[in-house]
């Protein structure tokens, strides 16, 4: 007996060390696990700020780097990092994106993490760092090709024929596709159900969507232009009715191109009215501004080919009308061949027939599809879409 009691005496301190040690373990584990919430919430909050930040280039055409760090760090704050060290660069310093101008690199550090069980062993702080990378980069798949913003306009797609495989079709309101065949990677609407009676859709279906915004923004060379508008002063006018040869760039209060044969390069700003009626124009790094007071084109019965400049402030933009120009311009024409974006947010009754298969973004109020031809539009080349969007790239 005196011998169990012996033994029974001695298991006693086993137990406790073993609890204690149990105790300790499980205190190191809820610690664990405390800071790598922290850690999950802290990272949450960087990516945040990163993209805040490329929201900011997106919509400065990447030329707006110390409001972008002043984004990131009002996002930071507001995500309850503001007493800590928030660190951001426009670009990052490091790394591979240490040079784009397109891309924001945030660096969120907290000294002090407090600790629970693991104070016993002498910690009773761990700190924290996380840090991020977003860039601004053109959207590809699916990339918007169409977007009709007025919320009060049935869009007239009757008959039409739009082959845009790889593209995605936006409308505010709802769209009359009565006879027509529709091939798009995406087609959303904001309104009432369409109308798709004897309507053919060869790959994505209308479906309902929340309004869409104007994309302006979020293209370069649009940002551009809506931010820099060109000079006013000094429009001529002119009167080139049958005329042959090259069209000098500049401001315009007065065009007329009936039936010219006309090659075009360079910004044309119309203060007035301009009519291309009939003409043949080849135009390569071409920008068409229409200003408040100018009267939109007309291109009907017109063979045109026009391309947008691919560098400078402008760049991918080949038409560009004010969105306080409610004026609507008139794209018909015999044989077309357009590429980048056109531009005609307060237009609502834009006809457009044709765009030859380049890469076109078109923005309007609204849209009528004339004519039997096909609409083809191309999808963006690797890395060459006009409409962009803030990433996390690291």
Known sequence: MSRRRTSAGQVLPLIALALSTLMGFGGVAVDVGFLEYRQQVQQTATDAAALGGAEVLARSS????????????????????????????????????????????????????????????????????????????????????????????DQNMNGANVQAPQCAIFINDTANFNGSTVNAAEIGYAGGAPNENGSTFTEATPQPILPIADPCPTIPGCAYLAANPPSTSNCESFNGNGYRGALAPGCYSSL?????????????????????NGATINGTGVTMYVTP??????????????????????????????????????????????????????????????????????????????GAGVQDFAPPSAGGGLVTKAVIVE
């Open 62 to 153: 990447c030329d707006g780097q110390s409001n972008a760090v002043s984004a990131a760090d009002g996002d930071a704050g507001s995500n309850g990092f503001a007493g800590n060290t928030v660190t951001a660069n426009s670009p990052p310093q490091i790394g591979p994106y240490a040079s784009d101008d397109c891309a924001i690199g945030v660096q969120i550090t907290t000294p002090q993490v407090q600790t629970f069980f693991a104070r016993v062993l002498g910690i009773s702080s761990m700190p924290e760092s996380t840090q991020a990378v977003a860039a601004v980069t053109p959207i590809t798949n699916a990339a918007p090709c169409i977007y009709l913003l007025n919320p009060s306009v």
């Open 256 to 276: 007329n191109l009936n039936g010219a044969n006309v090659t075009m390069s360079g910004e044309y700003v119309f203060n007035g009215s301009s009519n291309f």
């Open 293 to 370: 007071a100018g009267t939109p084109p007309n291109f009907n019965g017109a063979s045109v080919s026009f391309t947008p400049p691919t560098t400078g402030g402008p760049a991918g933009v080949v038409y560009y009308q004010v969105p306080a120009n409610p004026g609507s311009a008139n794209f018909n024409g015999s044989s077309n061949y357009y590429s980048g974006l056109i531009y005609s947010p307060g237009g609502s009754d834009v006809n457009f027939n044709g765009t030859g298969g380049g890469y076109v973004v078109l923005v309007f109020g609204g849209i009528n599809f004339n």
